[in-house]
């Protein structure tokens, strides 16, 4: 069997998470709030804004950093984080943007280093045994149909840039430099002023907060074209659409050549133990320990199901039925490269049946398990419906905390508008606050209902499977798919009781026929409400 593997060794040789997904971009937001902040050199008619076509171009790295590496492509978002850096010091004046983005461009730099180092210690930790995919690679997919389509949609940006600058400049070469009085200034942002042939304009300025009613302003008119002399129109975004297009076009194409790059030679192999945890998911183990995780497309059916039906994993989550036996989990034969972030083929019986990639292993809950939570809960003591179950003063108490700290971020962005960070702070802020002031749980004759951060489910009794008590939370089994929810810690010990003791009470009426039903919370429209107070106020 192919099963050679230093299963500690490789999990030692990875790079830790936190190092790209919060070391690199928290860097990266503090590098762009630098950038922002930093003090920029007015726009005069004698030094005019004049927009930056190759600073547009940059604008695609400079925005796909911190996502690639939010995903997982740590080396393609270490690159374009170099890239960056070298492009803002080539095109951009500012030094505080200079310094901020060159020190994120070094700290890319080295982990990435550090990332190629890891793959190559992984890779030399997954064993020495090597295979040969059988027959030929498969088919080009539906990837390289989008890539050309994306290649496309940015030649048709980029000719629409040209298109476009070209009648502006067509405009300035025609028009007629004249003095316009700043008349209004409406809603922050828009400023509007009137030309000697009393022909109004609207302008929304860079620094509109400079401006007052009564001031003059240069600008350039002809016809009914009107634009700032300062200010020139600016349309590169154009470019910044079609380069990003074209980036993600080159994305795909390399991830196909990766793909079929697994049958042009001998690639690693481990024969591993698969574990479905989830819809097209698979979880790679190697004597007991966890290895890494998979997607696919679609469900290769390597498990047989557990429970033969719904009532017996009911049942079971009851305590009133053993578990039954696990059967061995399938085993799976991996190749290609053997590290975080790896293209990999699965093969069954010799024959590739998927490709995918290596993912790191994240805390899931596996529903329809042998291995069960806790401990089940039996019916005892009784209770008055309808009947709610409210939080603890400590959650109550956190939810004032979390008000203030929502508050307190509102106020601060209102004197600091470039520090968008605090808004997405406090729309966390206001989320979390909301749950704490709702109860956990509700009773009533016909079914529970059940507040969640985001939904609020509402579960008929007869769709209640049972309840499992771990520590001082409870978990819920319930639905037609056996879907769990593990509750806060409940003030109320006797709540799992309670819960069993309404459940066998609204039994007896056979209130069948009933589905789980779910709604948004009403968090999140109090989240949307606090979002538009950010924008409006």
């Known amino acids: ?64 950093t911190p996502l690639l590496l939010l995903f997982g492509r740590v080396l393609t978002g270490c690159a374009m984080g170099i890239t960056f850096g070298v492009l803002d010091l080539a095109l951009d004046g ?56 994306l290649v496309i949609f940015g030649f048709l940006t980029f000719v629409q840039y040209d298109l476009t600058n070209g009648e502006i ?29 009393k022909q109004r304009a609207k302008f929304q300025p860079l620094a509109p907060e400079t401006y007052q009613v009564g001031d003059t302003v240069p600008v350039l008119a002809d016809g009914r074209w009107v634009r700032m002399a300062n200010e020139p129109e600016d349309v590169t975004w154009w470019l910044t659409l079609g380069g990003a297009a074209v980036f993600l076009a080159i994305m795909l194409a390399a991830r196909e050549r990766r793909r079929r790059a697994l049958w042009t030679g001998p690639v690693k192999a481990i024969r591993l133990q698969a574990h479905t945890v989830g819809p097209r998911r698979i979880l790679l183990r190697h004597n007991k320990n966890n290895i890494a995780t998979i997607a696919t497309l679609a469900d290769l059916g390597l498990e047989e199901p557990l429970y033969h039906d719904t009532e017996q994993f009911g049942r079971v989550w009851r305590g009133e039925e053993d578990p039954p036996v696990q059967l061995d989990p399938a085993e799976i034969l991996v190749a290609g490269e053997w590290h975080h972030g790896g293209q990999v083929a ?66 601060a962005l209102k004197y600091y508008p470039d520090l968008i960070i605090l808004g997405l702070v406090g729309v966390q802020c206001v989320l979390s606050a909301v749950a704490r002031f709702q109860p956990l749980l509700r009773l009533d004759h016909r079914s529970i209902v059940l507040y969640t951060g985001i939904w609020t489910y509402r579960v008929p009794w007869a769709q ?27 003030p109320d010990k006797q709540a799992g009781e309670k819960l069993m003791w309404a459940r066998a009470r609204s039994l007896i009426a056979d209130h069948s026929g009933e589905r789980v039903t779910r709604r948004l919370n009403v968090s999140v429209f109090i989240g949307l409400v606090y979002v538009g107070l950010l924008l409006f106020i």
């Open 94 to 149: 500012s030094a505080a943007a200079n310094v901020a983005f060159s020190l994120h461009a070094g700290a890319c730099a080295i982990v990435a280093a550090w990332t190629l180092r890891s793959r190559a210690d992984q890779h030399a930790a997954a064993g020495a045994a090597i295979v040969s995919l059988p027959d030929m690679p498969p088919p080009r997919g539906v990837l390289r149909i989008v890539a050309v389509l």
């Open 464 to 490: 209640l499977h049972g309840v499992r008590r771990s520590g001082p939370q409870l978990m819920l089994a319930f639905g037609p798919h056996g879907d769990v929810i593990t509750t806060p810690q409940l």
């Open 169 to 197: 400049e067509q405009h300035v070469a025609n028009a007629s430099r004249v003095e316009a009085e700043v008349v209004d200034v409406k809603d922050t942002y828009d400023v509007w002023v009137e030309l000697p042939d």
């Open 1 to 64: 069997m192919i099963r050679v593997m230093d299963v500690q060794r490789w999990q030692a040789a990875a790079v830790p998470w936190w190092v790209t997904k919060a070391g690199l971009v928290g860097g990266w937001i503090v590098a762009f709030y630098f950038a922002l902040s930093a003090n920029e050199v007015p726009c005069t008619a004698a030094q005019p804004c004049v927009p930056d076509p190759l600073f547009a171009l940059a604008v695609v790295p400079l925005l796909a």
């Open 346 to 411: 699965l093969l069954v019986e010799g024959e590739v049946v998927a490709t995918s990639t290596l993912s790191r292993v994240r805390p899931r809950h596996t529903v329809h398990s042998a291995h069960l939570p806790g401990e089940p809960v039996t019916a005892g003591t009784s209770v008055d419906l309808p009947h709610a179950m409210w939080p603890g003063d400590r959650r109550r108490t956190e939810g004032v905390v979390l008000l203030l700290g929502a508050a307190g971020a509102l106020i």
